[in-house]
């Protein structure tokens, strides 16, 4: 076992890793270290995106980044994408994915939902072929991408309806 010591801040929060392996991946120090099971682990080659997590505002694969290089950065898991305390209300994207029947298995959903909140945050207005660039890096088996499509467009639309004004 090693000694190594490090702090990552983490949704907002910093958080102590103890007696790590400088070589984990954050992905690994995501989910089994620190508790944020979010975080999917599938193929661990930054092919599937199930490990999509924010870095310092930039989408990433957490499983080809060492945990140990991400101390002074700012790290937005899929848990930390809510301003719900208690994170039991979810996002517009959540909800869209929910609404649109985007959620199949599950396991793509997580990185799915955080490359949408990294697109819809830096580009409102996506077209087509940019919402398909943004997740071509998050690979989904269930589904023909149709109704995850259609939960992109949802949580596209929807933010950028105004609100309705009440009535006099």
């Known amino acids: 076992m090693s000694n190594e010591f490090y702090r990552l ?3 907002g929060n910093e958080h102590e890793v103890r007696d790590a392996w400088a070589g984990e991946s954050l992905m690994y120090v995501l989910r089994e270290r620190l508790g944020l099971p979010g975080t999917k682990g599938a193929c661990e080659q930054g092919e599937c995106g199930s490990c999509t997590v ?4 930039e989408a ?21 994408l809510s301003s719900d305390p208690t ?8 909800q869209a994915f929910i609404d649109a029947g985007g959620v ?3 396991f793509c959903t997580p990185g799915l939902v955080v490359a949408v909140h990294h697109l819809l945050d830096r580009n409102p207005q996506p ?14 088996r269930c589904t023909g991408y149709g109704r995850i499509f259609a939960a992109i467009e949802l949580a596209r639309d929807q933010r950028n309806t105004p609100p309705e004004e009440p009535a006099h």
């Open 87 to 94: 994170h039991t209300t979810p996002t517009d994207v959540q």
């Open 54 to 57: 924010l870095m310092d505002g």
């Open 60 to 80: 990433i694969c957490s499983c080809l980044v060492m945990a140990a290089t991400a101390v002074d950065a700012q790290i937005v898991t899929v848990e930390g």
């Open 9 to 11: 801040t983490v949704n």
């Open 127 to 140: 077209t087509e072929l940019q919402i398909k660039e943004a997740i071509s890096g998050n690979i989904c």
């Open 104 to 106: 199949q298995c599950g």
